[in-house]
C-alpha cells in the first residue's frame, strides 16, 4: 500500500527522506515480503514452463458422499432418504479411459464430468489422517502442519508444511502464493517468505485521497530516493524489501495490463481467484504452489434437497458444488489456451468429511474419512484408494484408509520433482499408500 499518512503533507519537493522512507516501508509491509533470505524471483512475460500445483480448499467439511456418489451402494440411499443425490442424478464416471461404475459426480459438476472423460481427473476416497479430530480448527491445523502431532514431531520452530517445502525446492517469495485467503497456516515460519495475495487488482500503490493527484510524483520520488540516496538508517534487509516490493508492485501489475484470454470466468470468490491464479501462470511468474479456497460447507442443516418442479438437485451443497465446477471448468479452458494445461494438478481438500447418515435437520454432521479429487492435465485420471463397501456406510462415519500426506507427497515427487520430503512430513504414518496419481 502506497499512502502518505503521517502528517497529510503532500509527498512533493518539500518532503524529506523520512517521509518517503515512512511510506515506502508501509508499502514494504503490504507487500507481505519482510526482510527477505532470498532474491525475489522475477516474472518472465510468457507462460512458465514449470509445474504448477493449485489448492482449492473447501472449507468447512465438505460432504464427500454428495460429491463422489457411491451410487453402487444400497446403504447410501437408505441412510439419507432426504438428501442422498437421487438414484439416476449423480453423473456417469463410465466413459474415459478409466471409467466406473461404481461411483458417480454430484449433478452440478458437469465441467469436472467431462474433464474426467478426458482423463484429467481423478478421485481418492477414504482420506484423512490417524486418531480423527471433529474440530473445524485441529483438524484444519493438522492437514496446514501436514503432521498429526503438531509441531512437537519438527526439530525446528512450528512451521506448515508448504513454508518447509518452499525453503527447500522454492526458495523465493514467489516461490509458493496464497490467493484470496489469507495467511493460512500452511505458510507459517520458514525463511523464504511466501506472498499472500487478496486480488490481483487490489495489489497496488494506493494513491493519497487527500493529494491524489501528486500520486506518480511521490512513487517516481520515493524510488528515485530509494536507487540513488544514502542508505544511512535504512538496513540493507530493510532496503532489499523495500526495492522487492516496487519490483514486485510492478509484476503484479504487468501481470494484470498483459493478460489476455478469451474465457469468461464466473463472478464468485473462487472463480476470481482461480482467474488471479491463470493472470500469474500466464505472465511467467515462477510459482510452484497456488493455495485457494472458499467456505460453506459446514452443512449441518438444509445440506440438499429436490425442486418440487423440476426434480433436480438444489441447496446448498448443490450452489457450492456448482462454484467449484464452474472455478474449475474456467481456468481449464484458459490453461488449455494458455499452454499450461498439461503441467497443471488441482487438488480440492477438505479438512474432513460429513457422517454416513442425515440429521435430524436435513444435513450432515461432522465425520472423516472424504474424498480428495485431482484435476488436471498432468493427472493419470481414474479411481483410487480401496474401494468403498456397504459395510464401510453402516458405520457412524468413513474411516481414513488414504494418508492425505501420501497425496501430497506425490505430487510434490512426481510433478514438482522434489527431492527428499523427510523434512516437508517429517512423521511416520500408520496407513502409506503409492497411488500412481500423475
Known sequence: MYNDTGNGRPFGRNATRRDVLKTTLAAAGFAALGP???????????????????????????????????????????????????????????????????????????????????????????????????????????WSFGMRNGSGSLTTAASGWIARYADLYAPSSLGAMSVGIGRRRDFVGGNTNPLLLGRLSEFQWQSDGQFANNHLHRLAAARQMLATQPTTGLS???????????????????????????????????????????????????????????????????????????????????????????AVGAYADDAKAMGSWNRTAIAVISEFGRRNFENGSLGTDHGHGACVLLIGGAVNGGSYGPPMTDAMLQEEQLEHLVDFRDIYREILTDHLGAGSLAAVFPESQQISTTLGLV
Open 236 to 326: 540493507g534487509e530493510a532496503r532489499a524489501a523495500l526495492d522487492s516490493a516496487h519490483q514486485l508492485v510492478d509484476q503484479v501489475q504487468a501481470a494484470i495490463t498483459s493478460y489476455s484470454s478469451t474465457i469468461v470466468y464466473p463472478s464468485n470468490s473462487l472463480a476470481r481467484s482461480m482467474q488471479d491464479i491463470a493472470r500469474l501462470v500466464q505472465a511467467g511468474f515462477p510459482t510452484r504452489i497456488f493455495y485457494t479456497g472458499y467456505g460453506g460447507f459446514d452443512t449441518h442443516s438444509d445440506q440438499n434437497g429436490v425442486d418440487g418442479t423440476t426434480g433436480l438437485v438444489t441447496g446448498q451443497h448443490a450452489n457450492l458444488m456448482q462454484r467449484l465446477d464452474d
Open 36 to 142: 527477505l533470505t532470498g532474491r525475489l524471483g522475477t516474472a518472465s512475460g510468457a507462460v512458465a514452463a514449470q509445474t504448477t500445483f493449485t489448492i482449492i480448499n473447501m472449507f468447512g467439511g465438505n460432504d464427500g458422499l454428495s460429491t463422489v456418489v457411491p451410487r453402487a451402494l444400497a446403504s447410501y440411499h437408505s441412510l439419507r432418504p432426504t438428501i442422498a443425490i437421487p438414484p439416476g442424478q449423480e453423473l456417469s464416471l463410465a466413459g474415459g479411459p478409466s471409467g466406473t461404475t461404481a461411483y458417480g459426480l454430484h449433478p452440478r459438476m458437469t465441467k469436472i464430468q467431462a474433464l474426467w472423460n478426458a482423463g484429467d481427473a481423478a478421485i481418492v476416497n477414504l482420506v484423512g489422517y490417524p486418531d480423527p479430530n471433529l474440530s473445524h480448527f485441529e483438524s484444519e491445523d493438522i
